[in-house]
Each structure stands twice: as structure tokens, then as C-alpha cells.
């Protein structure tokens, strides 16, 4: 199953990211959450919901939904979650690094196996 799963190198809690996970849903500025090599003015998105859950099968599936996407900002989310599961990160933690609009500030940013791209709304 490489490069269809990604892999955490300890399990994380689930709980303490879903309440971090909490403080990325609305509208906000995701600079913070978006690679230096994105080549956008705006960095405004809204950010539906977050679900974090674990199979049958002991994986962990992200489902992240929103109204766009910026470079690597679910990459990111999910990095910075996953800090926030293992402790280097607070839940609370989460907000600061939204408003402080400097991706040094989140987490790193998560492998791309095991991304998908689910559906597309227009």
C-alpha cells in the first residue's frame, strides 16, 4: 500500500485534533497554512469542515472541505494536526498560528500519499 496511505510515525490523538481542527473552520487568512510558493494576492479561504476519524482498519482519514484551496494547505493542516496529536502543538495553539499569517508558525507539512481529491462542487 505505499504511496496510498501516509504514514504517522506515532499515533496521535484524535481528540485533541479534532478541537485544534475546530479553530480552522470559517473564513480566515491561511497564510499560515499555505507553501512560499504559492502565487496567489488572496490568501482567504473558507474551510467548511474538518472530520477526523479512524477506520476499522486503524487508519486515520482527514476529510477537509472548503470553498478552494491554497498550495499545500491541506498538506500543511494536517501536519500541524498531526503536531497537535502527538503534543508539540496545543489545540489552543491553533488559532495563534492562523492569525499570525507566517508559515514559519504551523506545522510541517504532510506527505502527499494518501491525498485524494474526493469531489469537486461547482
Do not use: W
Not at 481528540?15 to 497564510?31: I, R, W
Not at 499555505?34 to 486515520?60: F, G, H, L, P, W
Not at 495553539?93 to 499570525?100: F, S
Not at 502527499?112 to 461547482?122: E, H, I, R, T
Amino acid at each position: 500500500m505505499e504511496g496510498l496511505v501516509g504514514e504517522f510515525k506515532q499515533m496521535p490523538d484524535l481528540e485533541l485534533m479534532k478541537e485544534a481542527a475546530q479553530h480552522l473552520v470559517g473564513t480566515h487568512d491561511f497564510s499560515s497554512f499555505c507553501s512560499a510558493k504559492a502565487e496567489v494576492s488572496d490568501y482567504v479561504r473558507t474551510v467548511n469542515y474538518i472530520k477526523i476519524y479512524m477506520t476499522k482498519a486503524d487508519q486515520i482519514i482527514f476529510e477537509i472541505s472548503g470553498n478552494g484551496f491554497l498550495y499545500n494547505m491541506v498538506r500543511i493542516i494536517v501536519g500541524t494536526l498531526y503536531e497537535v496529536g502527538i503534543g508539540k502543538i496545543k489545540p489552543g495553539d491553533v488559532k495563534e498560528i492562523l492569525a499570525a499569517k507566517d508559515r514559519t508558525k504551523a506545522g510541517k507539512t504532510a506527505p502527499a500519499s494518501g491525498l485524494y481529491l474526493k469531489k469537486v462542487k461547482y
